[in-house]
């Protein structure tokens, strides 16, 4: 099993909060993947942290220690047929949620999010939360 990991997941984790931390350790870290969209806003929301230079130290580390899946071709075909599908039923989620989304569908992982409300409506998306 690949698990993709949601920004707020590992957010929780680098925080101590919640369960994830102690679920990270009992995963293999070769089955440990954090989508390309999420390294983005992780990124992001380091530049705008109180810490920037020691949020992004901490976030290159594990960066580096775990598979950044690529937005590719095949993610955004997915992507664009969610977007798709999901309007046409009145179901839309977010414009980064549906990156996110695609990218676990196109790989075949696990997204590990706590913002299951969110990625419940996408058909066919293995979602947990390990918070």
């Not at 590992?10 to 990270?24: C, D, E, S, T, Y």
């Not at 309007?87 to 196109?106: H, R």
């Not at 990625?119 to 066919?124: A, D, I, N, Q, S």
Request: a neutral charge; hydrophobic letters at 45%.
């Amino acid at each position: 099993m690949i698990y993709a990991l949601d920004s707020n997941v590992v957010i929780h984790a680098m925080k101590g909060m919640g369960n994830v931390a102690a679920k990270l350790a009992r995963v293999s870290p070769d089955q440990i993947t954090i989508p390309a969209v999420v390294a983005y806003e992780l990124k992001f929301g380091a530049l705008r942290s109180g810490n920037p230079a020691g949020r992004r130290r901490d976030l290159e580390r594990l960066l580096e220690a775990v598979r950044v899946l690529p937005f590719d071709e095949a993610c955004a075909e997915h992507a664009a047929d969610l977007r798709f599908q999901l309007e046409q039923a009145g179901k839309s989620i977010g414009p980064m949620d549906v990156l996110i989304a695609g990218t676990a569908l196109a790989n075949g992982a696990r997204l590990v999010t706590h913002n299951l409300r969110e990625f419940e409506r996408v058909p066919g998306l293995k979602a947990e939360d390990w918070y």
